[in-house]
């Protein structure tokens, strides 16, 4: 979900968005950026209501911008 909300895949299911970031994340640090992800969705890019006022890279997020279009 996180993954494909802030645009690091577009893939509509689970096998598309792993090949999406294996293929975007250097093997060295995939262990790490899976907890990263992981944690990013649990704390602040929740489900229902993501904390974009808290979120550290909601300048690049495809989500942010579209919410924020209008404005």
Not at 42 to 53: E, F, G, M
Not at 57 to 68: G, T
């Amino acid at each position: 979900r996180v993954a494909h909300r802030t645009g690091l895949s577009r893939g509509k299911d689970v096998l598309k968005v792993e090949k999406d970031l294996t293929e975007g994340i250097p093997a060295s640090i995939r262990p790490k950026a899976h907890h990263w992800l992981l944690l990013h969705g649990r704390y602040i890019c929740t489900a229902k209501s993501p904390k974009c006022s808290q979120c550290g890279i909601s300048p690049f997020c495809n989500q942010f911008r579209k919410q924020n279009k209008a404005d």
